[in-house]
Every structure is written in C-alpha cells, then in structure tokens.
Antibody, heavy 124, light 108 residues
Framework: QVQLVQSGAQVKRPGASLKVSCQAS????????IHWVRQAPGQGLEWMGW????????NYAQKFQGRATMTRDTSIGTADMVLRGLRSDDTAVYYC?????????????????WGKGTAVTVSS | SSELTQDPAVSVALGQTVTITCQGD??????GSWYQQKPGQAPVLVIY???YRPSGIPDRFSGSTSGDTASLTISGAQAEDEADYYC???????????FGGGTKLTVL
C-alpha cells in the first residue's frame, strides 16, 4: 500500500541541526511532490515547503528560506528535510506528505498521503 | 495570523449539517484543499480541488468555493467527524502554500 515512513523522534540542543527522513513506498516516487509540514504543541499546521521528486526543485515558505534544506534520493525513494539553527520554538511534530496538483477553472494543490510524523524536541 | 481565516470552533448536533469556512484572497484564484486531524494523528485529506473526495472519504463531505471563501460541508455529521479541520491553498503571492488556522468541530 502507499505509505510514507518517517524517521524516529529526536531531542536536539538549541543551535543544532535536525534531519528528518521520509521513506516512500507503494507508488512511483518521481510522480509526486513531497511536502513538509510541522505542528507545534497545541498549534495548527504550518507548511514548510515542498520538493519535486523528479527534478528536485524546491519551494520553501519564506519563514524557512535559508534555514531549511529539502533533498530527495530517487534511487531509494526517500526525501530528507534538514533544519539548521534550532530554537525552542522549533519543537514540533514534523510531517512529510505526498503532494500533487491539478487544474480546472483554477489550479489546486493537495497532500493525499501523510507520514505518521516525527516528534522533535529542542531543549537545553 | 494566517492569510487563510477560519473560525476557531464550530459545533453541530449529531446528524445535522455543518459548514466550515475558510476565507482568503488567494481563494479567488486557486481552489483549496481540506484536511481532517484527530488528536494524536496525522492529517487526512478530505476534499480537494473544485469538490473532489479521495477514496474512502464518506460522501457526506463536500466542498465549494464562492468569491474569497471556501467551504467544507458535512451533511449529517457523525460522532467520528469530531476533529480539527484545516484548509490549505496558495498564499496571496501565489508563490507558496499556507494553512488556515484550523477549526475545531464538536459534534454534540
């Protein structure tokens, strides 16, 4: 079945870097985007960016430009997200999600398969 | 605050119809998508595009857009529909995606 399996929970010190991995299976990896979304405790969803699995093109939310790097390895169907310069407010659950888009009268974008999330705690 | 505005909380009586809205300028130019999230779980896509439901999503869920507002309607709400609902769309610049602040749906 189609699924995204994420790497395990992490505890990091302020200033450190975080790497979360996302292993795709059950579909052609290069046919879809991978989005990264995070959710701080008790807060809403926050879109961080996407990577095109075929070409490796990226689109980062302004808030994460220069601090986040998204990569993929098409040979093994994985996507990684690195976030540098961690702060306490980066404590969150980080999700990867498979994404695609379509068009009709307007364009639309959606994320139809989600990983279970990776809990990250940033604390001294 | 988000460029997509949602009511923080909405309630509905069991079996009744409820509409959750999402307002933002970008909805005049793009369709949004809707996600359901239950406590401790990953989000689930429920509606995308003009009004498309992924496989496995009950047909009591439907979507529409008028002007700058996207709506998610649950016709005959069930207890299992109690969850947080988030809209998502391109932002005003059209360069990135953004989520609404989320709506907590309570089924009474």
């Amino acid at each position: 079945q189609v699924q995204l399996v994420q790497s395990g929970a992490q505890v990091k010190r302020p200033g450190a870097s975080l790497k979360v991995s996302c292993q795709a299976s059950g579909y052609t990896f290069t046919d879809y985007y991978i989005h990264w979304v995070r959710q701080a405790p008790g807060q809403g969803l926050e879109w961080m960016g996407w990577i095109g699995s075929k070409r490796g093109d990226t689109n980062y939310a302004q808030k994460f430009q220069g601090r986040a790097t998204m990569t993929r390895d098409t040979s093994i169907g994985t996507a990684d997200m690195v976030l540098r310069g961690l702060r306490s407010d980066d404590t969150a659950v980080y999700y990867c999600a498979r994404g695609d888009y379509g068009s009709g009268k307007y364009y639309y974008y959606y994320m139809d398969v989600w990983g279970k999330g990776t809990a990250v705690t940033v604390s001294s | 605050s988000s460029e997509l505005t949602q009511d923080p909380a909405v309630s509905v009586a069991l079996g009744q119809t409820v509409t959750i809205t999402c307002q933002g300028d970008s909805l005049r130019s793009y369709y949004g998508s809707w996600y359901q999230q239950k406590p401790g779980q990953a989000p689930v896509l429920v509606i995308y595009g003009k009004n498309y439901r992924p496989s496995g999503i009950p047909d009591r869920f439907s979507g529409s857009t008028s002007g700058d507002t996207a709506s998610l309607t649950i016709s005959g709400a069930q207890a299992e529909d109690e969850a947080d609902y988030y809209c998502n769309c391109r932002d005003k610049s059209g360069d990135h995606l953004v989520f609404g602040g989320g709506t907590k749906l309570t089924v009474l």
